[in-house]
């Protein structure tokens, strides 16, 4: 059973620094790998999914590695803002059945 | 906009009572999954379907049944031998089952009184 471990569970940085997000994972076959972004009480948005032959993805100020190999994905987000606050999950998927496996997530908080 | 509806955002249910959560997507999108987010935990599957009249159990199905009768329609009706139902629901799709990227609905809140 795969299972994921994000750290650190939160973390509170000043406006303009740099966030660097861990995720592990027990089971290096995976498919695919999916950085989501939740807000309180929300639904989750898709940030970023890195094909398991990939090393790394961006999309504008987020940057997320892959290591299949030794189980770890980082997400970076350079120059934070207030608006970058909320919860992170990292989400492998199987590469068996396809089905997705989440963290507990990284909660962020951006302070002004 | 194309997108996951979810409602009602807010549910209360009595002991004993049967309740179901309502999922719509307007993504033509073949594979609908159910999950259940509890606080300070990752998000649980319940169940998946990848194509119409067809489903499957995920990691914690006791106590849930759902149907897919539309491509459109995934419900999820949360039995009263479901002796936790206290949660956050969450409802997502996806083009197929496997490499593409979900979108989630906004959630709704269960609540037992």
Same mark, same amino acid.
């Given at each position: 059973?795969?299972? %994921? ?7 509170? %940085?000043?406006?303009?620094?740099? /966030? ?23 639904? /989750?948005?898709?940030?970023? /999914? ?38 992170? /999950? ?17 909660? %962020?908080?951006?302070?002004? | ?20 959560? +309502? ?56 039995? +009263? ?24 609905? +906004? ?7």
């Amino acid at each position: 059973k795969q299972e %994921v471990t994000q750290i650190p569970a939160a973390l509170s %940085v000043p406006e303009g620094e740099n /966030l660097v997000l861990n995720c592990s994972f027990t089971d290096s076959a995976i498919y695919n790998l999916q950085w989501f972004r939740q807000d309180p009480g929300k639904g /989750l948005t898709s940030l970023l /999914l890195i094909q398991s032959s990939q090393r790394e993805q961006t999309s504008g100020r987020l940057n997320a590695s892959l290591d299949k190999s030794s189980g770890r994905s980082t997400l970076y987000i350079a120059a934070s803002q207030p608006g970058d606050s909320a919860t992170y /999950l990292c989400a492998p998927g199987a590469s068996d059945d396809y089905k997705l496996s989440f963290g507990a997530g990284t909660t %962020v908080t951006v302070r002004a | 906009d194309g997108g996951i509806t979810q409602s009602p955002k807010y549910l209360f249910r009595k002991e004993g009572q049967n309740v179901t959560l +309502s999922c719509e997507q307007n993504l033509n999108h073949d594979a609908m999954y159910w999950y259940r987010q509890d606080p300070g935990q990752g998000l649980r599957l319940i169940y998946y379907s990848q194509i119409v009249n067809d489903f499957q159990k995920g990691d914690i199905a006791e106590g849930y049944s759902v149907s897919r009768e539309k491509k459109e329609s995934f419900p999820l009706t949360v039995t +009263s031998a479901q002796k936790n139902p206290t949660a956050f629901y969450l409802c997502a799709s996806s083009q197929h089952l496997g490499n593409y990227g979900y979108t989630f609905g +906004s959630g709704t809140r269960l609540t037992v009184v």
